[in-house]
């Protein structure tokens, strides 16, 4: 969900805009005066609401479905305050090409979320190369760079991740395009990205030094940094720092509580779960996996894969149910190899592999 850190009259305007509303039934739903809305939208960016009102309208933001999301922030983009002239094309997509833009990139997000990634691919598609940079407004631009990192996610969710046809060169164009265009909280978001994109691809040390610094970015909203905190952990973890891992991952967890978000909070028990595993802590591993097994909300293919790596990890922990957890991960490979997850199917076949090497050192012997 995107934050706003401070309202102006600017992002009131956007907002009252994106929900359709007129300046009566706006400020009828925030509970304020006509004048007072009135009064936001006459002095623009220059206009700081009280502290109370700022919270108001960070709740009727939250309210908002997806589509409104997504509209307000390309409205808020064509507004946004930056050096130099604003861009004026000589030829691009008209207005009902954006909307449909607007329109495809949440199909998009959805598809991306339930791994359908070949729909995810064609929507994109249909938008990503359709007209050169030069042809584009700032409205335009901003589109461009969103529907650019959501390549991004798609290519890191299918597992490439480096190289020229990857999520990092993916997450790269759409940072410099938001530079451009000077949107902060887009470009520390994509930061958050490319650390993830060091964590995938070996680079352990350097993401969790990273991702530390991004725990603490006031560009982020409170949950992705909650994210970046938990993600320190994860990466520590690799690095088989597994007591430090946990202790972030613990602050992790009291942040999503704090936040009213369950599906992070079950997943941070799934992290913190491996955590104790790698420390030798299988009592506790088991339980920490099992309230994640017990809280998770989310049926999308990608997070079963992920819960049930782990789980499967676990049991191979204990002799006495190495025979379940290769039965857990076999299921596990067979949903990544469906849906394309090649990373996910990678992690699955390490696992195994580390599982089975000793075994057959004792069989050599």
Not at 23 to 40: C, H, I, K, P, Y
Not at 139 to 151: D, E, H, I, P
Not at 203 to 232: C, F, I, K, M, N
């Amino acid at each position: 969900m995107v934050a706003v850190i401070e309202w102006t009259g600017a992002e009131a305007r956007a907002l009252r805009a994106a929900r359709r509303r007129s300046v009566r039934d706006f400020a009828q739903e925030l509970g304020v005066a006509v004048r007072t809305v009135s009064n936001w939208e006459a002095k623009g960016a220059s206009y700081r609401p009280r502290p109370d009102t700022q919270a108001i309208l960070d709740t009727a933001l939250a309210r908002c479905d997806p589509a409104t999301v997504l509209l307000f922030e390309t409205l808020l983009s064509e507004t946004a305050s930056r050096p130099g002239p604003a861009r004026v094309p000589t030829s691009g997509p008209r207005l009902w090409e954006y909307e449909t833009w607007v329109d495809d990139l949440e199909r998009a997000v959805a598809a991306i979320s339930r791994q359908d990634f070949a729909f995810a691919s064609d929507l994109l598609g249909r938008w990503w190369s359709r007209w050169p940079a030069r042809d584009l407004d700032d409205k335009g631009l901003y589109l461009y760079a969103r529907t650019t990192t959501l390549v991004g996610d798609l290519q890191r969710d299918q597992g490439s991740v480096l190289g020229p046809l990857s999520a990092a060169r993916s997450y790269l164009e759409a940072r410099s395009v938001f530079e451009q265009l000077a949107v902060p909280r887009r470009i520390a978001q994509l930061d958050l990205s490319l650390a993830v994109v060091s964590e995938m691809s070996g680079r352990h040390t350097e993401a969790a030094d990273r991702y530390q610094q991004l725990a603490a970015d006031p560009r982020l909203s409170g949950r992705d940094r909650a994210r970046a905190q938990l993600w320190v952990g994860t990466a520590l973890d690799k690095t088989g720092n597994h007591t430090a891992a946990a202790g972030f991952m613990s602050g992790a967890v009291r942040l999503f509580d704090s936040l009213g978000e369950p599906e992070d909070w079950s997943v941070a028990h799934q992290k913190l779960a491996l955590a104790h595993r790698g420390a030798g802590d299988l009592a506790k591993a088991c339980e920490l996996i099992e309230v994640a097994r017990r809280t998770g909300t989310t049926a999308s293919p990608m997070q079963q894969v992920r819960l049930a790596t782990a789980e499967g990890h676990i049991l191979l922990s204990d002799p006495g149910t190495a025979d379940e957890g290769l039965a857990v991960l076999g299921r596990a490979a067979d949903t990544a190899a469906h849906y394309g997850m090649s990373h996910q199917l990678r992690s699955i076949e390490g696992i195994r592999r580390g599982f089975e090497q000793p075994a057959r050192s004792l069989q050599r012997i």
